[in-house]
């Protein structure tokens, strides 16, 4: 930069600075639309980024060579009006038991486990539970889910092959049925059957689980044997065996659900395999256009402070229009007036630009506090938010300034 355009920003920075002055009320509401524009991206860039890291958190700490089977699956946000055409999901038959038998025999396979959900009563005592959620799942399911149960245990294979009625609860459920009551070996009914709850299951820890819902966990067969549900949507999680990566393991799966569906070769699965990297990629395209959703609302906020740096600039060329005459009459070009005026607009926007950085990262220090959101603000969201609020002065002032670059200079002198 020459010394001319150091001279001419530094000129334009002072000048904006005796218009903060000058007219207050004018710049502060200026300052506030983009303050406020600038506050927002900078509070959901904070929350939408620490939502993302403990997500992450969470699927690495429940068994992340882990992959899913699953009848249908789409990343993102999917709506169906329950035409063929919009619902890609019937054209793919359920997952049955004899093809979860069947993977559970292959060499590549750990152990497969099954869930199957659904929402019942939950009844102990006089005490009755609405829509509590109930899960059919195989004896491994713990491993799968990540957690502790404490006291008591978990079923056993055994148990699951039997259908026995025993139950594992979570401790939202054990608050809400036993209120300080040992729960262990007691008989609880769900959807009418009864149950003896064997264990207390204990979630990892994460952003989600202080409101994670009454829960209860049973035996798969004893789940179909005894509560209703939508059926269909049996889903899958295997575990690669020791030696085999989560490809191998993922292939044979493949190679042997093909096989027992008769699929040949070129046609596509009718079935889904799903890794968490594609669980945690769904989460990201969710999260993004719920922050794309912010970014405009915020837009707003700029739109605002963008038309306050129209008017107050304008105010600002008319009330110096007799000494952009002698400046040009002194050999000002018009590059120069048009560089000084921009460098004003700019930095109006940029001290709201400032302002509302400094808000957005308090708010989002004291959501990290008051609240289980692990907010923190990311350096690409300062970096973005000071330059949206320049451009917005460069943009919005970019018409005062043509104007005051296009005074003709002895229109401009002669003006009282």
């Known amino acids: ?95 049955k038991d004899l093809e979860a038998d069947r993977i559970r025999l292959l060499p590549s396979v750990r152990y497969v486990t099954r869930r199957e959900e659904s929402s019942g009563t939950v009844e102990f005592g006089d005490l009755r539970l609405e829509s509590v ?57 769900i959807a009418g059957a009864p149950f003896t709850v064997i264990g207390v299951y204990t979630q990892p820890p994460s952003l989600f689980s202080g409101a994670a819902p009454p829960f209860v966990g049973i035996p798969h067969g004893a789940f179909v044997k005894s509560v209703p549900y939508f059926k269909g949507w049996m889903r899958l999680a295997v575990s690669p065996a020791p030696g085999y990566t989560q490809q191998e393991s993922m292939d044979e799966v493949v190679a042997t659900l093909r096989s027992l569906r008769g699929l040949k070769p070129g046609q596509d699965n009718t079935f889904s395999i799903v890794t968490q990297d594609k669980l945690l990629d769904s989460w990201h395209q969710v999260s993004g256009m719920f922050f794309f959703v912010m970014l405009v609302l915020s837009a707003i906020g700029l739109i605002v402070g963008g038309v306050g740096v129209i008017a107050i600039m304008m105010i600002s060329v008319t009330e110096r229009t ?41 708010l989002a220090f004291l959501v990290s506090r008051i609240t289980p959101i692990p907010a923190y603000v990311p350096l690409w969201s300062i970096v973005a938010a000071l330059a949206a609020s320049a451009l917005t002065g460069i943009g919005f002032g970019l018409y005062p300034a043509s104007r005051a670059a296009r005074l003709d200079p002895i229109e401009a002198l002669r003006y009282e």
């Open 322 to 362: 007799r000494e952009i005459g002698v400046r040009k009459a002194l050999g000002a070009t018009r590059r120069a007036i048009l560089w000084q005026f921009l460098v004003e607009a700019s930095t109006l926007t940029l001290v709201g630009g400032a302002v509302g950085m400094l808000s957005g990262g308090l």
């Open 133 to 189: 959620n109930v899960s059919g799942l195989s004896a491994e399911w713990v491993e799968v889910n990540g957690g502790d149960i404490y006291p008591g245990r978990t079923f056993t294979r055994f148990e699951d092959l039997s259908n026995s009625a025993v139950a594992v609860i979570n401790r939202k459920l054990e608050d809400q049925l036993f209120r300080g009551r040992d729960p262990i070996g007691q008989t609880i009914h």
């Open 1 to 95: 930069m020459t010394g001319g355009g150091l001279t001419g920003l530094f000129e334009g920075v002072g000048i904006a600075l005796d218009s903060l002055r000058s007219s207050k009320v004018r710049a502060a509401l200026t300052i506030l639309g983009v303050a406020i524009g600038v506050t927002v991206v900078m509070l959901m860039a904070a929350m939408v980024s620490g939502i993302n890291k403990s997500v992450a958190g969470v699927f690495e700490s429940i068994a992340p060579r882990t992959f899913l089977v699953w009848r249908f699956f789409q990343a993102g946000v999917t709506v169906s009006d329950g035409s063929d055409e919009n619902s890609p999901w019937r054209r793919n038959p359920p997952i």
